[in-house]
Structures are given as structure tokens and as C-alpha cells.
């Protein structure tokens, strides 16, 4: 079955780095593209970043581009999203996501998330 399991969160101050990561399995990974999403306090999923299952394509929210990295290796079944700058309106649970189909903010399968949590 899909298994995505998320790594990496904590505590961050502002303008301080994370990197997160995801570990795939159940499904060929290579064959789709991946997004992170997440989802504040009191608030609904927002889609945080995108990528095609080679790699060549990556798209980011407004609100994190500039600041954050998604990467993937294919050969170890890894997701990642290096996040610098990080800001206080980034505290939220992050969630590693299998695109479903075509729309990288559309899911079929997602993880349990791990925290991030920024502040002073």
C-alpha cells in the first residue's frame, strides 16, 4: 500500500532554515509527481510546492517562492523541501503528497505531515 512518511520538522527561528523530507513506498515513485502542502492553525491545506516525476518541472505558491526548494531523488524514493527564510506565518503541519492526477494541488495520497513550528 502508499506509505509517505514525512522527516524533519522542528523548531525554526525566523530567517533560519529546515529541510524536510519524505520517504515513498507502495508505488513507483519515479512514474508521478509529488507536491508538499500544508496547513496552519485554524486554517484550510494550502498547496506549498510541485514537481514532475522526472524532476524537470517545479512550482511553488507565491507565498514560499524565493524562499523554499522542493527536490526529489528517484533512486532512493525521497521526497524533500529545503526551506529557508523561514517566517513565522510558515508554522504549520507539512504534509508529502502523491499527485493524483494532472494538477500538482490535487491529491490521492498524503502522509501523516510533520510540524513546523517558527518562531522567536
Known amino acids: 500500500q502508499v506509505q509517505l512518511v514525512e522527516s524533519g520538522g522542528g523548531f525554526a527561528q525566523p530567517g533560519g532554515s529546515l529541510r524536510l523530507s519524505c520517504a515513498a513506498s507502495g508505488f513507483t515513485f519515479s512514474s508521478y509527481a509529488m507536491s508538499w502542502a500544508r496547513q496552519a492553525p485554524g486554517k484550510g491545506l494550502e498547496w506549498v510546492s510541485g514537481?514532475?516525476?522526472?524532476?524537470?518541472?517545479?512550482y511553488y505558491a507565491s507565498s514560499v517562492k524565493g524562499r523554499f526548494t522542493i527536490s526529489r531523488d528517484n533512486a532512493k524514493n525521497t521526497l524533500y523541501l529545503q526551506m529557508n527564510s523561514l517566517k513565522p506565518e510558515d508554522t504549520a503541519l507539512y504534509y508529502c503528497?502523491?499527485?493524483?492526477?494532472?494538477?500538482?494541488?490535487?491529491?490521492?495520497?498524503w502522509g501523516e505531515g510533520t510540524q513546523v513550528t517558527v518562531s522567536s
Open positions: 503528497a502523491k499527485v493524483a492526477d494532472q494538477r500538482l494541488d490535487e491529491y490521492d495520497y
Open positions: 514537481i514532475y516525476s522526472d524532476g524537470s518541472e517545479k
